[in-house]
């Protein structure tokens, strides 16, 4: 027990090493696949190969009389047994929300989307059976190009919606017109986003366990937000939401791919309900890159009115945002959401916004790390370089000449957000420091001087960025079906130990490390005598799961006020068992005592036992030391920071290497800086991949290119360079923790410092933009075949198709 | 069907498999060994790796009949006793977030310095290229590595 003598030292603060990582270092893990009942069936589904038919005929007699084989559906077969997927948030007016089901019953829109399932005894059992369902396939045209889908009769993705616009969105923050009236320079740019696919390394799973008797099923799914399922699926099969238990179990990463409502969660439901049985499915890694949520993939034309000076006056952003063939959870509101973060760190007078999603026959988009906020730092943080080039002025003396300074906090954007603190100049210092930056820069003078056939690039990314999703109030407004809240509840059990029930919902955050800190320290026990409870709505009633950022800024707020109200709780007791009155006793590091009285003490695992006996109780107190919090946040927060990066460029061969990453943070405070800089890390490396490795690729008839890892450029160790971290503290002051969110800062600040890093190498060369991924081949061809045009890469958003290959090279199309 | 004889983690086991069976799934379904997960159907990630007769394999590019007679050792049965140096090492240098890729990562470290015991960092970073991991941009699993050939984690 703690006693006045062993006063620990706060846990917050400190680089504590990971309660989670001894069963998972040692194979000790509960995947979903690992969970496999007795009696489990498994399921297969048969795949469109085709990016859009009519069905005319899906038979799955064949298939029913295999051995092995239990049972065989078709997408009409199931009609009764589910209805459309759900989609959360309308964004505008006009918004179009076309039917959605698990199994499709008239036409399939992307290669993957599900045609038939079969359930047999087996997994391999289950696919084989595959073969044998005839489907026919009457192929209807392709709708792949945005541009070109917009266009008077294109084909439709959804015929009964007329349109392939699934909304237009539009925003005004000041009048832009009067800003680029009085501007000397209207620049404008065209940067290309391109589809990524987030690759969690555990591939999606489900396992519905029917109760027999109850009308009950427990299911287990790797997913990031087990609370949403629950409410879906019930909305979804019709069985009664008290009914279903969602246990989240090990899940190996979401990073938005895991934020969603999946077909298979439903067939699996649906299908135990039918037979009476365990039902599992899993993801294979290649259905899995057809089958769960594709990110980014918009087309986004800048328009900045500044003086010549470099002063920027107003900001203009017309997006197309690729929704693919259907809409998932939050598939419209992935480019809004970033909406506000077009500004970024500057201070605009006037911002224009103009958004269209659009249907394709592609698999549906939706959050990626970062979820609107990558999108918009790439566009405004390339085209400030781009900009800066145009101006000639050094890139960094752009940004200072534009940024909100840190005295001016807090600070109304232009967009009407409160940016709550920041230090912008600071966090640049450190990480100008940290790089050698005048060293490089000199460096870099020297080998353009001697025409070095390795030129070397500086990329800058100075980002902010919106985290804590988010107060429900403006989540309501803003068209979302749900809250923002987070609840936790903290209790103290008999023998004195902690137990935190939250309803955050980690997949590799440590949040059972960092919020064992933050209790340690409210309660003053030992942090190993903190246990955290997540990820089961049957043990975590209440709760809004992980994604945005939003587990330690929302859900660690809600852990910090549930313990302090349980030290409150055990005050009125300990005033009680001391006789004293409770303005007389004070409470230090899990100690009560009495004023003035330095022997009259008792420990909080002392009131805690006295609690749970409860032979003498204060009046008016309950007997049990728990305590709930619900924290509905008011605002968000801002974390913010300076990444740099050094890239050598091959001029012979195009090859692109990263010399130096460095990048500065600030986050806040930090509760645990070890994981902190993990998360940074892991942000940054993707981050950097989308940059030079990544895309999803399609072909022409709709194919997926890149269906397999062989295909699809995830960088391994070689591909990677070490970072240089680095830390500015500026406490946030919308939440008493003063912390920020860290989880997607990597990922939003990394990708325009690399791509900014080869354009910066090779500008001197007439190059002035080099399509994401930053291939040898692009940088190359960029070099070799011109550039220095204004919109390269205008043709299409499927690279290698044809005619726009020739346009990814960057350069040259007006 | 085919009757194969295997030692997993020191358990001698023999069982009935389908000759198209692959490793990891009969470790998985059969042996009992969830502790080795599958991440790829291409061999790339490296998730499944584990040790054959002492050799390092992707236990999802070998069927289980071709490890017939033979000695497994998964993530399970690394630790004797107490864990391997370079579970420690993982652990003390925050090379794992969702652990996914960890097992696979272990094992693959595990042979490197058994090849290696002194790698640089590219010698480590070139002798994990077979092992993905989307966590933690391999940064601390480098670290984890170095520390482990050193003995810092003894």
């Known amino acids: 027990m703690t006693t006045t003598e062993e006063r620990q030292a706060p846990a917050v603060g400190q680089p504590l090493r990971r309660k989670e990582d001894a069963r998972l270092v040692t194979g000790r893990t509960r995947w979903t696949d690992s969970v496999t009942?007795?009696?489990?069936?498994?399921?297969?589904?048969?795949?469109?190969?085709?990016?859009?038919?009519?069905?005319?005929?899906?038979?799955?007699s064949a298939a029913r009389e295999l051995p092995g084989v239990v049972a065989a559906f078709s997408g009409?077969?199931?009609?009764?047994?589910?209805?459309?997927?759900?989609?959360?948030?309308?964004?505008?007016?006009?918004?179009?929300?076309p039917s959605h089901f698990p199994l499709a019953r008239d036409t399939v829109r992307y290669v993957g989307d599900a045609v038939a399932v079969v359930v047999a005894s087996s997994r391999y059992g289950a696919v084989d059976a595959l073969e044998a369902v005839e489907v026919d396939y009457e192929p209807l045209p392709v709708v792949l190009d945005m541009e070109q889908a917009m266009t008077a009769?294109?084909?439709?993705?959804?015929?009964?919606?007329?349109t392939n616009v699934c909304f237009t969105f539009h925003e005004e923050h000041g009048d832009y017109e009067a800003s680029k009236a009085k501007a000397d320079v209207v620049f404008k740019?065209?940067?290309?986003?391109?589809?990524?696919?987030?690759?969690?390394?555990?591939?999606?799973?489900?396992?519905?366990?029917?109760?027999a008797g109850a009308d009950s099923f427990t299911l287990w799914s790797a997913t990031q937000v087990p609370h949403f399922v629950r409410v879906f699926m019930s909305l979804v099969t019709g069985i009664p939401e008290h009914k279903i238990r969602v246990i989240a179990p090990d899940v190996g990463g979401g990073f938005g791919s895991k934020l969603d409502i999946y077909a298979e969660e439903a067939i699996c439901l649906a299908l135990a309900r039918r037979l009476g049985r365990p039902v599992k499915w899993t993801a294979s890694r290649s259905e899995d890159y057809q089958a769960t949520i594709h990110g980014r993939d918009l087309i986004q034309d800048i328009e900045i009115a500044a003086t010549s000076e470099g002063k920027m006056l107003g900001l203009r952003v017309d997006l197309l945002s690729d929704m693919g063939a259907y809409l998932q959870l939050l598939t419209p509101a992935i480019p809004l959401l970033g909406r506000y973060m077009y500004p970024a760190i500057y201070k605009f007078e006037t911002h224009s916004f103009h958004c269209t999603g659009v249907f394709t026959n592609k698999t549906p988009t939706d959050a990626y790390r970062g979820a609107g906020r990558p999108e918009a730092t790439y566009s405004i943080e390339r085209a400030v370089d781009d900009l800066a080039a145009h101006l000639g002025v050094e890139p960094l003396e752009l940004r200072r000449r534009n940024w909100i300074g840190h005295d001016e906090f807090p600070y109304t954007t232009v967009c009407g957000l409160e940016y709550d603190s920041g230090n912008y100049e600071a966090a640049t210092e450190k990480a100008l420091e940290l790089f050698g930056y005048d060293s490089l820069r000199a460096e870099q003078a020297k080998r353009r001087e001697s025409n070095d056939p390795v030129q070397l690039g500086i990329g800058i990314s100075t980002y902010t960025e919106m985290c804590g999703l988010a107060p429900s109030r403006?989540?309501?407004?803003?068209?979302?079906?749900?809250?923002?809240?987070?609840?936790?509840?903290?209790?103290?059990?008999?023998?004195?130990?902690?137990?935190?029930?939250?309803?955050?919902?980690?997949?590799?955050?440590?949040?059972?490390?960092?919020?064992?800190?933050?209790?340690?320290?409210?309660?003053?026990?030992?942090?190993?005598d903190v246990e955290v409870i997540v990820n089961d709505t049957a043990a975590v009633p209440w709760g809004l799961d992980t994604y945005g950022s939003r587990s330690l800024v929302v859900g660690g707020t809600a852990v910090r006020h549930a313990a302090e109200s349980v030290v409150d709780?055990?005050?009125?007791?300990?005033?009680?068992?001391?006789?004293?009155?409770?303005?007389?006793?004070?409470?230090?590091?899990?100690?009560?005592?009495?004023?003035?009285?330095?022997s009259a003490t008792k420990t909080i695992q002392e009131v805690a036992f006295a609690s749970f006996t409860a032979h003498t109780m204060a009046e008016g107190s309950d007997a049990i030391l728990t305590a709930d919090n619900l924290m509905d946040p008011e605002t968000f927060s801002y974390p913010h920071g300076t990444h740099l990066c050094a890239m050598e460029v091959d001029t012979e061969t195009g090859m692109a290497k990263i010399r130096k990453y460095v990048c500065v943070d600030d986050v806040g405070k930090v509760v645990n800086p070890m994981i902190v800089e993990g998360q940074v890390h892991g942000g940054v490396a993707q981050g950097i991949a989308q940059a030079l490795y990544e895309e999803a690729v399609y072909d022409d008839g709709g194919n997926?290119?890149?269906?397999?890892?062989?295909?699809?450029?995830?960088?391994?160790?070689?591909?990677?360079?070490?970072?240089?971290?680095?830390?500015?503290?500026t406490p946030s002051t919308t939440n008493p923790l003063g912390v920020k969110g860290v989880g997607e800062a990597g990922t939003i600040a990394s990708t325009p410092a690399v791509v900014n890093a080869v354009v910066d190498a090779v500008r001197h060369l007439g190059v002035d933009d080099v399509r994401m991924p930053c291939t040898p081949e692009r940088v190359w061809r960029a070099i070799h075949q011109g550039g220095g045009g204004g919109t390269p890469a205008a043709e299409g958003t499927v690279a290698y198709g044809g005619d726009s290959t020739a346009t990814t090279a960057g350069g040259g199309q007006a | 069907m085919a009757r194969i004889q295997m030692t997993v983690d020191g358990e001698r086991r023999e069982d009935e498999v389908e000759p198209r069976l692959l490793l990891v799934h009969y470790l998985r379904e059969q042996a009992g060994r969830v502790g080795t997960p599958v991440g790829c159907d291409t061999s790339n990630c490296g998730a499944c790796t584990v040790r054959l007769d002492g050799k390092t394999v992707k236990s999802c590019s070998v069927l289980a009949v071709q490890a017939d007679g033979g000695e497994v050792t998964t993530i399970e049965g690394l630790a004797n006793g107490e864990w391997h140096p370079v579970q420690k090492a993982f652990k003390e240098c925050h090379a794992l977030q969702c652990g996914y890729c960890t097992p696979g990562m272990i094992m693959a470290a595990v042979d490197l310095l058994e090849h290696n015991p002194n790698p640089d960092e590219q010698e480590i970073r070139d002798g994990l290229e077979g092992n993905l991991c989307r966590c933690t941009g391999y940064h601390n699993l480098v670290k984890a590595v170095q520390m482990a050939a050193e003995g810092g984690a003894r």
């Open chain 1, 474 to 528: 403006w989540l309501g407004e803003k068209g979302y079906v749900a809250g923002g809240w987070e609840r936790a509840t903290v209790r103290m059990t008999p023998l004195g130990k902690a137990e935190v029930v939250v309803g955050t919902s980690p997949h590799g955050q440590g949040h059972v490390t960092t919020f064992s800190q933050i209790t340690a320290d409210a309660l003053g026990v030992p942090f190993d």
């Open chain 1, 569 to 598: 709780k055990a005050k009125l007791l300990a005033a009680h068992l001391l006789e004293a009155d409770p303005s007389d006793v004070e409470f230090d590091a899990g100690t009560f005592r009495v004023k003035g009285t330095p």
């Open chain 1, 704 to 729: 997926l290119v890149t269906g397999t890892m062989v295909d699809y450029l995830v960088p391994a160790p070689p591909d990677l360079p070490s970072f240089e971290t680095g830390r500015t503290e």
């Open chain 1, 76 to 97: 009409t077969d199931l009609a009764d047994d589910f209805g459309s997927l759900p989609m959360a948030w309308t964004v505008s007016e006009d918004a179009k929300t």
């Open chain 1, 153 to 162: 009769g294109s084909q439709l993705v959804h015929e009964d919606l007329d």
């Open chain 1, 189 to 211: 740019r065209r940067y290309i986003n391109q589809r990524l696919i987030p690759n969690a390394m555990e591939p999606r799973s489900v396992v519905a366990d029917p109760t």
């Open chain 1, 37 to 60: 009942p007795a009696g489990t069936l498994h399921i297969a589904l048969l795949r469109s190969p085709m990016a859009h038919a009519r069905l005319s005929r899906v038979d799955v």
